[in-house]
């Protein structure tokens, strides 16, 4: 199948400046033409003529959460949802409708930063094989904590080990299982821990050693790993583990930075889901206490990120959304609150994500040779960042994607 697009502006995210007036050649699912328009004839090709509309790459979403992300149902009902005991086939039908309404989004490609049972790899094959429409995924299994690790109610998505014997154990049942990126637990979430075990949130988890167990075998077959951390400490250990990617990097120092910078290591800040616990928690079901936390953590860590991003530390968008309102778009306007221009906040969804999950090469720009994940904007977000929320059509593969699911514009007025 060939397609013709005709559009008044092209935002390639290489960081070139905004062309206008462009025509893209697509043919069978991947970019063989990009010239000014009227110049590329359509030979057949479906044209789509769009001089109003802004065209950019797919975004991709590096943290993402398939299995935890919380929706009315599409009749209505509540919006609290409560992490109860479900059966897997209605986690799987709630994860399919996630997956639907981040495409819808604009996002053609996820990493699913871990799920229980390896439902993430499921689901990536899933998609792939063409059984339910959503982004590419790029999955993790169960997060890989140690014994105490996981907040209540949070121990379904992950699995506690104990020492690095367990830890390297665990982490070759992942690659076995089919993971494209170990994710590793280490520090506590805003909940504090496990069990009776609960402290300050973000205290330091598992030593430099068990983690460094993951990380090795990890590496042996070329997959990623990735850290969630929730301090200073934690940020440190992960670095000296070798982990490709740092999840959160809540609490930053400056010996944090140097480090990140000396070993090149990036973070996925995920600033959306303490945005939106902080402003619906309480609406959401969640305690009054993990709103106030998440104000006072994002308050700190919007600090040390941009810190951060003024020393040259590579950024990517993550969400780690467990609702609408935690979008990738409002990700990107977060980081524009740090200093990032509104092109560097669109690369940070784009072409970083795809250089640190090694997808460079296929996807994250629009170029001549990569795969045709594309989305056309109403408006422009060069002009304003909250733009990304106006998606008009996207297509996934050289394939229109039928919109919409949701109606999103109630979660994207409240959004801006």
Same mark, same amino acid.
């Given at each position: 199948m060939k397609l013709l697009l005709n559009v008044?502006?092209?935002?390639?995210?290489?960081?070139?400046?905004m062309q206008e007036n462009m025509s893209v050649l697509v043919d069978d699912g991947r970019i063989t033409q990009i010239a000014a328009h009227g110049t590329i004839a359509a030979n057949g090709a479906t044209v789509i003529d769009a001089p109003d509309k802004t065209l950019i790459p797919?975004?991709?979403?590096? $943290?993402? $959460?398939? +299995?935890? *992300?919380? *929706?009315?149902?599409?009749?209505?009902?509540?919006?609290? &949802? $409560?992490?109860?005991?479900?059966?897997?086939?209605?986690?799987? +039908?709630?994860?399919?409708?996630?997956?639907?309404?981040?495409?819808q989004m604009g996002v053609t490609t996820?990493?699913?930063?871990?799920? =229980?049972?390896?439902?993430?790899?499921?689901?990536?094959?899933?998609?792939?094989?063409?059984? &339910?429409?959503?982004?590419?995924?790029?999955?993790? =299994?169960?997060?890989?904590?140690? &014994? =105490?690790? +996981?907040?209540?109610?949070n121990g379904g998505h992950g699995v506690e080990v104990t020492g690095a014997d367990e830890a390297r154990r665990e982490a070759r049942l992942h690659l076995k299982a089919g993971v494209d990126v170990v994710k590793i637990y280490g520090a506590s979430t805003i909940g504090g821990g496990g069990g009776r075990l609960i402290s300050e949130p973000g205290w330091t988890q598992f030593t430099v050693e068990e983690m460094r167990a993951i990380v090795e075998e990890a590496h042996k077959p070329g997959r990623l790993t990735s850290c969630h951390t929730g301090s200073a400490q934690s940020i440190k250990n992960a670095i000296l583990a070798g982990v490709d990617f740092i999840d959160h990097a809540t609490y930053m120092d400056? @010996?944090?930075?140097?480090m990140l910078l000396e070993t090149n290591t990036p973070i996925v800040p995920t600033q959306a889901i303490a945005w939106s616990l902080e402003k619906f928690g309480v609406k959401m079901g969640f305690g009054p206490h993990i709103a106030k936390k998440s104000a006072e953590v994002s308050a700190v860590s919007m600090k040390c990120l941009a810190n951060a991003y003024h020393a040259g530390v590579r950024i990517a968008a993550g969400t780690d959304a467990d609702n609408p309102?935690?979008?990738l778009a409002k990700e990107c306007e977060l980081l524009t609150e740090i200093g990032?221009?509104?092109? @560097?906040?669109?690369?940070?969804?784009?072409?970083?994500?795809? %250089?640190? *999950?090694?997808? !460079?090469a296929e996807i994250g720009t629009i170029e001549v040779g990569k795969i045709a994940d594309l989305v056309? *904007?109403?408006?422009?977000?060069? !002009? !304003?960042?909250? $733009?990304?929320?106006?998606?008009?059509?996207?297509?996934?593969?050289?394939? %229109?994607?039928?919109?919409?699911?949701?109606?999103?514009?109630? +979660?994207?007025?409240?959004?801006?």
């Open positions: 008044g502006k092209l935002i390639d995210a290489t960081g070139a400046a797919g975004l991709i979403d590096i $943290h993402f $959460h398939l +299995f935890l *992300l919380m *929706l009315q149902p599409l009749g209505g009902g509540s919006e609290v &949802t $409560h992490m109860t005991d479900e059966m897997i086939a209605t986690k799987v +039908f709630k994860a399919a409708n996630a997956a639907k309404v981040w495409l996820v990493r699913d930063a871990g799920a =229980g049972q390896f439902l993430a790899v499921a689901m990536k094959e899933a998609i792939r094989d063409g059984y &339910t429409p959503g982004p590419r995924v790029v999955a993790s =299994g169960p997060l890989i904590a140690q &014994t =105490g690790g +996981f907040r209540p109610g400056q @010996e944090c930075i140097d309102r935690a979008s990032m221009s509104n092109i @560097e906040a669109l690369i940070a969804a784009t072409k970083t994500p795809a %250089e640190i *999950l090694r997808l !460079d056309l *904007l109403d408006q422009n977000p060069v !002009d !304003d960042i909250r $733009h990304l929320t106006t998606v008009a059509r996207v297509f996934q593969s050289g394939k %229109e994607v039928p919109l919409p699911l949701y109606d999103l514009s109630d +979660f994207y007025g409240k959004v801006n």
